[in-house]
Structure formats: structure tokens, C-alpha cells
């Protein structure tokens, strides 16, 4: 995976010490209700667009550039559906990093997206468009929660986003 240019920056700081940072997960539904997953050239999983925020980067728009950068696909983010956090994720370079993630929906904006859809960066084998009831066996662990954390917030009704929280804040 290309580490972004700022992160790359802060690393010769920092070294591989813990990085706190931004990232955005998206949701991209067809009319036909399939969902968008690309398979991961680092771990050969099937799972939803993902990426950092850039700095001052708006985070819905961040969400339609990874989208389109991952797959081709143009995209109009919908709605911020969930706000958690990662564990520590270690890089086979020893590099630290937890991610605060802003789930987010989001459709194509052509009806021939699924034609559409290519692997158009170096982070995925493959891209392809799947029934919510017949994911791949090999989906990420981190797809399959905030699918979790998408149906939560469906199920709300509410519009409002989900925050995880697996302890009550006492103060």
C-alpha cells in the first residue's frame, strides 16, 4: 500500500511510534442494493474502500476520492453511518498506526457502475460488486464489523450516525 506523502513525512519524526490518524470507510450500494469490495493486494481479502483523510481534506469528499481511486467508481457520499476506531495496526515495516474511521454510504452516480468498476490503483487484485447475502468467504474482519456497525445505524432509522463506545464515559 502507497503511504501518503504527509504520513511518509511525519514517519522521518516520528519513526514507527503509534500514528494517530483520520480514515474513511465506505459503503457503496448499487441500485440493485450489491455492495462494492475490493480484494486487498496486501492480505488477498475481500473488503469495503478504505483510506486516510488527507490533512485539511473534507472526510465525505475523501470518500468519493478513495472510492474513485480504487475502483473507477464515481460516487455521491449519502451519509455518515458510523464513527469507531481501530486497534493498533502494525505494518510489515513496523510502522504503528489506530485510525479513527468515519463510516460512510454512498452510490454510484451512473447506472452502468457496475461496468464501471475496475482495480484502478495498485492496492487491489480485484473489484467486484456483491450481494449483501453472498459475500465472498474471504471477507477482512474490518469489513464484516462496520457492515455490523451499517446495519445498526439502518435499523436506527434515525439518520444519526452510530458511535461505538464499549464502555460508559463516567465523569
Do not use: C, K
Amino acid at each position: 500500500m502507497p503511504i501518503p506523502p504527509f504520513v511518509r513525512d511525519l514517519r522521518r519524526h516520528v519513526g514507527t511510534d503509534l500514528l494517530w490518524l483520520p480514515g474513511v470507510t465506505v459503503v457503496v450500494r448499487d441500485d440493485a442494493g450489491r455492495i462494492l469490495l475490493t480484494q486487498r493486494a496486501d492480505n488477498h481479502r475481500w473488503a469495503l474502500v478504505s483510506g486516510i483523510v488527507d490533512p485539511g481534506e473534507e472526510p465525505g469528499l475523501a470518500a468519493a476520492r478513495e472510492v474513485l481511486e480504487e475502483t473507477g467508481v464515481t460516487v455521491v457520499v449519502e451519509a455518515l453511518a458510523a464513527v469507531s476506531t481501530t486497534g493498533e495496526v502494525v505494518y510489515p515495516n513496523g510502522d504503528r498506526s489506530t485510525y479513527l474511521d468515519l463510516l460512510f454510504t454512498a452510490r454510484p452516480t451512473s447506472p452502468d457502475a457496475a461496468a464501471a468498476a475496475h482495480v484502478a490503483d495498485d492496492e487491489s487484485l480485484a473489484v467486484g460488486w456483491f450481494s449483501p447475502d453472498a459475500l465472498p468467504d474471504d471477507v477482512s474482519p474490518s469489513t464484516v464489523e462496520r457492515l455490523g456497525l451499517l446495519r445498526r445505524f439502518e435499523e436506527a432509522g434515525s439518520g444519526a450516525a452510530v458511535f461505538v463506545r464499549e464502555q460508559p464515559i463516567e465523569g
